[in-house]
């Protein structure tokens, strides 16, 4: 028996993987192979020569891959490479990188791809970049992905070949786009278009170079008519022209010269005038009427002497006249004349008559339309109108109104029925903006029949600034004291009977310091640290109105009795009898005042 090194899952390998928490190794230290097996037999060798085999146990490569094939073996493939390319954005990838490195040169054959078959070459790919395909007869070629099958193929009489598949057409590309040059199924070849309908069809401009210099090229319309021309079957005699019967079947024909018929030079001032022989001869207008090699015609009159021209018509076939008179069919004149000092303008007129008392009307470019004018009785006049009846001004269009004063708008009377004095974008049925309304003395602002009224009544002698109410009874009035008297019951909320819990009435606590005169002017609840000494009173309470309430809240926190006490004719009754209160703590004292007696109960000890 001997003591050896046993394995563990920290130095050895375990069936289901390890965590060593560091890179593994695993493999011999000594000068003999590493096999990896599977059911029995050898599946990966790695020689001491660090060649490794995949289906051979003596590779002779860095990487030697012998698979054997068969039906037998079930193995469809020697090598399959299934890289999952997963890239966005300007990410770029690559499925398959074979890089060879050149360091040293030789006079053998280097190639970086070489695929072969029973150990013969059948494609290769060489350091240079060059790829040499060796077979016998036809090559297929097939891009899927474009949809092309086709052959490349070598025959007798003929170097190389391409030939699309069946069916299909042959097109060549450049610059990373297809069908420059096009050869459809039944031979038409089509350069620059897809589609060749002749046996030859170019898109664009054909160009025939000289042998030695120079180019005459033929260049259709850019939106050429669909023309084929016919030429004639032999070459015409000298001096002829090719001329078309319209249907595009081109003739030989005779040209006419300055002798034969009318030429293309014309002196100044001189037209074409056919004879009686039918020849043109050159003739000048003279007279009134002159014309001039730019094809303006002028018309002059000679008064008192002066040749004045009345109307010329200019080679854009424009007429010039300083002024026209249209006489009536049985008497009367029309006149159109134009200011002493004009601008060139062009006014370009209706198309039609108008309607009965449409008016011309300009964009302000010359283009004149018929509008319908405005008058007193269908548009409003500064100062006001007199229709006769009801008159509206508003949009009969889903548009809004504005009423503008000062260049800007003032009034706004939207589409849906809103109106904003102020605001272009009232959000209620009247909103007044960066202002405020007015109601005069006497007068109200009712809603609806039955609704509340907003009555202002009169400002001064003791009377109500503001009535709230309904149907013309005051229910909240507010005086020139800015006192608010309520003559309804007063609800918060829902109402004090509901359930359903309703709101708060409330003021701030007034804070009267350490005084012990306190207004009650300033709020119904009030507060003072004020050190009674049980004098009579200790503090005293102006302004009590009868029907009031009142909340006193002492914070002194001495033990004194405090004493209250108002205007001579007030009496006030404690509940519990007044005493001394609970040391440091405050003390609340709630009061209601009726008549001339004020009822006073208090709380110590808080």
Known sequence: MTWVTGLTASNGFIN?????????????????????????????????????????????????????????SGVDYGVKILPTINASGTEGYTGLLLNVTQTATGSGTKNLLDLQVAGSSKFAVNNNGGVTITAVGTVPLTWTSSGFSGFLTASSGVGAAVVAATGAKLSLGANGSSDKLVIDTAGKVGIGTTTPNTALEVKGTLRLDGSTSGYTGFQPAAAAGSTIWTLPAADG????????????????????????????????????????????????????????????????????????????????????????????????????????????TTFTYPSTAGTSGQVLSTNGAGTLTWVTGLTSSNGFLNGGNAFGANATLGTTDNWSLNINTNGSTKMWIGNNGSVGIGTTSPVNKLQVAGGSITVDDGQSIQYGTTGYAFMSGASSGGGNYLNLGTAGATAIAIDNGQNA????????????????????????????????????????????????????????????????????IVTNTGTTQCNFGGNSSETFRYVPTNSARTASSHTVYTMIKVGSIVYVSWITGF
């Open 485 to 552: 008297k309520f003559y309804a019951n007063v609800y918060t909320g829902s109402g004090g009977s509901s359930t359903a819990g309703g709101g708060q009435i409330y003021g701030a606590a007034y804070g009267a310091g350490s005084g012990n005169t306190l207004n009650m002017a300033n709020g119904n609840i009030q507060t003072t640290s004020y050190a009674c000494a049980n004098a009579s009173p200790d503090i005293t309470l102006q302004n009590m109105q009868s029907g009031a309430s009142y909340t006193i």
């Open 16 to 72: 289901g993987g390890n965590s060593f928490g560091g890179a593994a190794s695993l493999g011999t230290n000594d000068n003999f192979p590493l096999s990896i097996k599977a059911n029995g037999s050898t599946v990966m060798y790695i020689g001491n020569n660090s060649n490794v085999g995949i289906g051979t146990t003596a590779p002779g490569a860095l990487l030697d891959v012998q698979p054997t094939l068969s039906s037998s």
């Open 237 to 344: 005699s000298g001096g002829q022209v090719l001329a078309t019967d319209g249907s595009g079947v081109l003739s030989w024909a005779t040209a006419l010269t300055a002798s034969t018929g009318m030429s293309n030079s014309l002196a100044s001032a001189k037209i074409w005038v056919g004879n009686s022989g039918g020849t043109a001869t050159a003739v000048s207008l003279s007279g009134d009427a002159t014309v001039d090699n730019t094809g303006a015609v002028t018309v002059t009159k000679t008064q008192t002497g002066a040749a004045s021209t009345i109307l010329q018509l200019n080679s854009s076939s424009v007429a010039v006249t300083k002024g026209v008179d249209i006489d009536g069919a049985s008497s009367g004149i029309v006149s159109l004349r134009y200011p002493s000092t004009a601008t060139t």
